[in-house]
């Protein structure tokens, strides 16, 4: 499972952020899957996340027993959910606090843009799930088809990290006069294995001058 965790030194992969790198950089979604970056990763993870709901959207009418109507009141509670879903995703994440140093910000702006993608994710998602109980109960396949309708298109809009996607989460994290670097951090691909967390390597392979053999 893909973890929220920060990229040093609490778990995540220790990755070099590429200063100065922005939109422009971006190849492509379907290009950037097959890059190995941290952005490629996020976006594999949300593809297998957003065909889920297609799949259990065609196997509910083998879940779903009934008729082909239900009550009013079983498509009611689908209302609140996607007003939730459309307040409080937008808002989120809250804008970084300035003053931390270019490295410092693109870690945190990482873990910020995690946790708002896949916050994002969950309440966009709860909408669509919740037409399946309320299908059950009201006797009709068409309540998690109405889930569906209003539900899938939050969840694309909402976190999927399109190049679009990624910048209105940028603006968000830069709203408070911070400079994110999630461009940098986002487009950086996993150190090699040889490369400690912290090391200074440079991106051509040199070894640091403390780990030269002795002449």
């Known amino acids: ?20 790198a922005g939109p422009g950089d971006d190849p492509g979604y379907l290009a950037s899957l097959a890059g190995g970056t941290e952005l490629g990763r996020l976006r594999a993870m949300m593809i297998f996340l957003l065909a889920a709901p297609v799949l259990i959207l065609a196997i509910t009418p083998l879940i779903v027993q009934g008729g082909e ?9 689908l209302l609140p959910a996607a007003l939730v879903a459309m307040t409080v995703g937008p808002r989120t994440p809250r804008a970084m606090t300035p003053g931390a140093g270019p ?7 990482l873990l910020m843009f995690r946790q708002a993608v896949l916050l994002r994710f969950a309440l966009a998602e709860a909408v669509i799930l919740l037409g399946l109980p309320l299908a059950m109960v009201g006797q009709s396949e068409l309540v998690f088809v109405a889930g569906f309708v209003v539900g899938y298109p939050l969840l694309v809009w909402l976190a999927l990290p ?19 670097h999630l461009w940098a ?3 950086a691909a996993p150190a090699s294995a ?22």
Do not use: I
């Not at 109507?69 to 509670?77: E, G, K, N, V």
């Open 1 to 20: 499972m893909y973890s929220p965790k920060s990229p040093d030194g609490d778990g995540g992969p220790h990755v070099a952020p590429v200063f100065g």
């Open 69 to 77: 109507d239900a009550p009013p009141w079983a498509y009611l509670p």
């Open 103 to 109: 490295a410092a910000a693109a870690r945190t702006a």
């Open 162 to 180: 399109t190049r679009g996607g990624v910048e209105r989460l940028r603006r968000r994290l830069e709203s408070g006069g911070a400079e994110s």
């Open 185 to 187: 951090v986002l487009l």
């Open 194 to 215: 040889g490369d400690a967390p912290g090391g200074d390597a440079s991106p051509g392979g040199t070894p640091p001058a403390d780990d030269a053999p002795p002449g």
